[in-house]
T-cell receptor
Framework: QKEVEQNSGPLSVPEGAIASLNCTYSDRGSQSFFWYRQYSGKSPELIMSIYSNGDKEDGRFTAQLNKASQYVSLLIRDSQPSDSATYLCAVPLNSGYALNFGKGTSLLVTP | ETGVTQSPTHLIKTRGQQVTLRCSSQSGHNTVSWYQQALGQGPQFIFQYYREEENGRGNFPPRFSGLQFPNYSSELNVNALELDDSALYLC?????????????FGPGTRLLVL
């Protein structure tokens, strides 16, 4: 079973700070990586996808990928209380490309 | 809004019963995947359909079965319900197959088995 690992948290950061969320994966052949945000009681919504080594920025969000270290991270700049949610890292399975999710990291942004 | 809908939103069943959950994908989306999310866990892949054929299955027993219909709707059937089947069931649709395809999730059906 291919693994996707995340620290469950909670990760607590003050408003305005940078939140750093980390994810490791076991399948060296993985090509794509997705970050989903899930508010309590809601379904996951896509924040970022990344396919190549390096950084990808979208507004306050930056995804970072290091395939050699099998590590993908999500940075949230200028964190807001509305960013408080669970962040799920997902890697497509080899067959069919359904998603293999980590357990998620709970983020709490305090005013 | 992702354009993916699920029904019902909540459901209570008793152990041993059968349940059918429904999903309506975005129009034109050929792929639908179903996931089970237990409390405090990430979603777990149940199975996937592509153009009405099962295209992959996770580690779930055969009492979990599904169908996909030509009108972009699909259903998940669970027989002989067990207490551990209590979870949020999510469907996600995507345009096609591929490692870069974005999956769009519906709001989920919360199932409680007593």
């Amino acid at each position: 079973q291919k693994e996707v690992e995340q620290n469950s948290g909670p990760l607590s950061v003050p408003e305005g700070a940078i939140a750093s969320l980390n994810c490791t994966y076991s399948d060296r052949g993985s090509q794509s990586f997705f970050w989903y945000r899930q508010y309590s009681g809601k379904s996951p919504e896509l924040i970022m996808s990344i396919y190549s080594n390096g950084d990808k920025e979208d507004g306050r969000f930056t995804a970072q990928l290091n395939k050699a270290s099998q590590y993908v991270s999500l940075l949230i700049r200028d964190s807001q209380p509305s960013d408080s949610a669970t962040y799920l890292c997902a890697v497509p399975l080899n067959s069919g490309y359904a998603l293999n999710f980590g357990k998620g990291t709970s983020l709490l942004v305090t005013p | 809004e992702t354009g993916v809908t699920q029904s019902p939103t909540h459901l209570i069943k008793t152990r041993g019963q059968q349940v059918t959950l429904r999903c309506s994908s975005q129009s034109g989306h050929n792929t639908v995947s179903w996931y089970q999310q237990a409390l405090g866990q990430g979603p777990q892949f149940i199975f996937q359909y592509y153009r009405e054929e099962e295209n992959g299955r996770g580690n779930f027993p055969p009492r979990f079965s599904g169908l996909q219909f030509p009108n972009y709707s699909s259903e998940l059937n669970v027989n002989a319900l067990e207490l551990d089947d209590s979870a949020l069931y999510l469907c996600a649709s995507s345009l096609d197959l591929g490692p870069r395809e974005t999956q769009y999730f519906g709001p989920g059906t919360r199932l409680l088995v007593l």
